[in-house]
């Protein structure tokens, strides 16, 4: 959908060794892709490029070229083009 413009590692855990059920998980602008909720654990723990895509987010007309968390439960994306923000749930699937 265009590239990635922006990633942020899940607020709560992001380092190896972090236990928590968000090990893994970042929160991808992707331009003309929307936003998605990744998880890319596998690309952490072992020698496999594999990622999931959890939820995904595509409500803005245009580009979305920011997003980050709001809490461990919300995030907030924007774009520029269309000059809206938006708060969601990242792990309901969105359309």
């Given at each position: 959908?265009?590239?990635?413009?922006?990633?942020?590692w899940h607020?709560?855990?992001w380092r190896r060794g972090d236990s928590c059920q968000h090990f893994g998980?970042?929160?991808v602008a992707a331009m003309h892709g929307g936003c998605r909720l990744v998880e890319a654990a596998a690309l952490l723990e072992t020698e496999s490029d594999e990622t999931t895509i959890i939820s995904k987010f595509?409500?803005?007309e245009?580009?979305?070229?920011?997003?980050?968390?709001?809490?461990?439960?919300a995030v907030a994306s924007c774009s520029f083009y269309d000059r809206q923000v938006f708060l969601w749930d990242p792990y309901r699937v969105q359309s």
């Open positions: 959908g265009g590239g990635v413009w922006r990633i942020k607020p709560s855990c998980k970042m929160l595509t409500a803005h245009s580009m979305a070229y920011g997003s980050d968390w709001v809490s461990a439960d």
